[in-house]
């Protein structure tokens, strides 16, 4: 199965359908289509698409609402595991890759679940001491979501502390792997509700960029707890994201299609900036306190309708614009 070339190349200048088409209508995608009994359909991208959301809504949506932690794994015969895992590899979800750029403006890690963060932010901090220059700043973005029971248990398996919420991992992760002891800066507004509370923390540790743990309110605080979009978008304004500006974002491999999409969406078409996607690397000694949990074909799965559906966003909001 051939590969598709990384870092994804999807940019909001130039021809970005081209790149979303490129991932799309690939072969790992049609041979996944006919694997799970359907059938490439007529019409143009969009058509595509459309035909995409729902259909892997109903063959590779194993969360069913839920936190991801909490989807099912699938039963799936060994040829339809290898043809699984041979597209992950093929679309960018198992394989990390090297910042492609020179320099960047400023470093975003997305947050996520207690081990991820904790991965991420160690990440951040390889890349900036191996020589990735950041002229700006740093920012670890999470948000007031409260740590499960199983995140508990993972930080306390590694000796870690036993935080409450995402930001609060991420804000430790930060003290503990850039060496600082106390925010030079802070600010932000506790309302009594975390839909509708705000938090900024910058840490300057010495010889690296600034580093800003952030979580945002929700844009919906009626209706649920702020997500990466909110986030991404309050950093935005903080930090007064220019026309040009390249970011470099840190996830974990898996999401790297999907939240460089998004990111795509929510910074790169209204601020006019490039972003470049990077997942952790697994192999790095310095990240074995909290090694990366296994993945399965179900979550591959999972991950590659996530990406379908934020590269419809991103189309619809390429071709529809507000």
Known sequence: MPE?????????????????????????????????????????????????????????????????????????????????????????????VAPARPAYAHLVVLGGLAHACVRRVGYAAHLLRAGVPVRGEVAVLGSFRPLSDWERRTLADAGLPADDTEVDVLDTAVRRVFGVAAPAEQDGVDTGHPHHSWSSRTYRPEGLPPVRVLAAPSSEPHRR????????????????????????????????????????????????????????????????V?????????????????????????????????
């Not at 074909?297 to 071709?319: K, N």
């Open 225 to 288: 707890r702020a997500h990466t979009a909110d986030t991404q978008r309050f950093w935005a304004g903080h930090v007064q994201l220019a026309p040009g500006d390249e970011v470099l974002m840190v996830t974990a491999p898996i999401y790297v299609p999907f939240q460089h999409c998004d990111a795509l969406r929510t910074l790169a078409v209204p601020y006019g900036c490039g972003i470049d996607t990077v997942g952790v690397d697994p192999a790095l000694a310095d990240l074995a």
């Open 4 to 96: 598709l070339p990384v870092p994804l190349p999807i940019r909001v200048s130039g021809d970005p359908a081209a790149g979303i088409a490129g991932w799309i209508c690939g072969e790992p995608i049609r041979r996944l289509v006919d694997r799970f009994g359907g059938s490439w359909p007529d019409g143009d991208l969009a058509d595509v698409l459309r035909f995409l959301d729902e259909f892997s809504a109903r063959h590779w949506d194993f969360r069913g609402g839920r936190e991801r932690p909490d989807a099912r794994e699938p039963d799936l015969d060994p040829a339809t595991v290898e043809l699984v895992l041979q597209a992950a590899a093929a679309l960018g979800l198992i394989r990390p």
């Open 290 to 322: 909290l090694p990366e949990q296994t993945l399965t074909p179900g979550r591959y799965l999972q991950e590659i309708r996530s990406a379908i559906r934020s590269m419809r966003a991103l189309h619809t909001a390429l071709t529809h614009p507000v």
